[in-house]
Nanobody, 118 residues
């Protein structure tokens, strides 16, 4: 079955940079949109950025200009380059993808913690 696995989280100082990666694996015929969401303690999960298979990107206002989403269609991977990090970026970051395998589904990774210290 299809799985998404994130990597790259950790502790970073305010103003620093961090790169998250996510790889889709399993029986995959096509990957449509891919994206990153985050959930801070006590808050709802929110969209950070997403990218279509054609490369069209969309960002939350809170990260536009600081974060960059990219993908490698040949490797079924999506990346999130985060810069000028702020303590309020602290959250669990989740990878999401619309994938056609033996069935089409909306898949989520297990999440990776990003902590920004002030």
């Amino acid at each position: 079955q299809v799985q998404l696995k994130e990597s790259g989280g950790g502790l970073v100082q305010a103003g620093g940079r961090q790169r998250l990666s996510c790889a889709a694996s399993g029986t995959i015929f096509r990957v449509n949109a891919m994206g990153w969401y985050r959930q801070a303690p006590g808050k709802q999960r929110e969209l950070v950025a997403d990218i279509t298979s054609g490369g069209t990107t969309n960002y939350a206002d809170s990260v536009r200009g600081r974060f960059t989403i990219s993908r490698d269609n040949a490797k079924n991977t999506v990346h999130l380059q985060m810069g000028s990090l702020k303590p309020e970026d602290t959250a669990v970051y989740y990878c999401n993808a619309d994938i056609l395998g033996y069935r089409r589904g909306d898949y989520w990774g297990q999440g990776t913690q990003v902590t920004v210290s002030s």
